[in-house]
Structures are given as C-alpha cells and as structure tokens.
C-alpha cells in the first residue's frame, strides 16, 4: 500500500504521478492529484482541469477570464485550432 501525499490515506490502489520536472506524486484519488498538481486561473482561481488559456506565460481557466487580465485581451483567440500569430 501506498500513502496520497495529500490526504495521508494508506490506500491499496494508489499511484503514482511523475512530471516532466522529474517530480514524483503518490495520490490514492484523482481529486487529490488535481489538488496537488493542476494549475489555478490567475483571475477566478478555479483549478484549471482542461486545455485553459495561456498568453505570455499567465494561465487562464477561458478566454474570458484571460481577456480580465491587464493589457492581454487583444491577444486571445477563441477559435479552436487557430494559430496565434
């Protein structure tokens, strides 16, 4: 058995996750590594579970919220396969 670095729980089908950073995660839940691991919106702070929205570096949950943010509303594209630039 494995113990969720969030929770604590001792669970018999935890697994592990490792990122690209060479980070290694144990999580007995996906609720749990989506805590841990999924980025936050800059402007609602909700966790960011799909694709989001990235400009300069800053990620957005939806390009509405990306368009809140100071000077980036010009560069968000909401067309789905579209290249920016």
């Known amino acids: 058995m494995a113990t969720c670095d969030v929770c604590g729980n001792d669970y018999w089908m935890a ?6 950073g060479g980070g290694v995660h144990t999580f007995d839940s996906f609720e749990c590594a989506v805590q841990r691991l999924a980025p936050r919106c800059e402007h609602c702070d909700c966790r960011i579970l ?14 509405h919220c990306a368009r809140s943010a100071d000077d980036l509303g010009a560069q968000i594209k909401d067309t ?3 290249h920016p630039g």
């Open 80 to 82: 789905v396969g579209a």
């Open 15 to 20: 697994f592990e996750v490792r990122t690209v």
């Open 50 to 63: 799909g694709h989001g929205v990235e400009v300069q570096g800053r990620f957005f949950c939806c390009a």
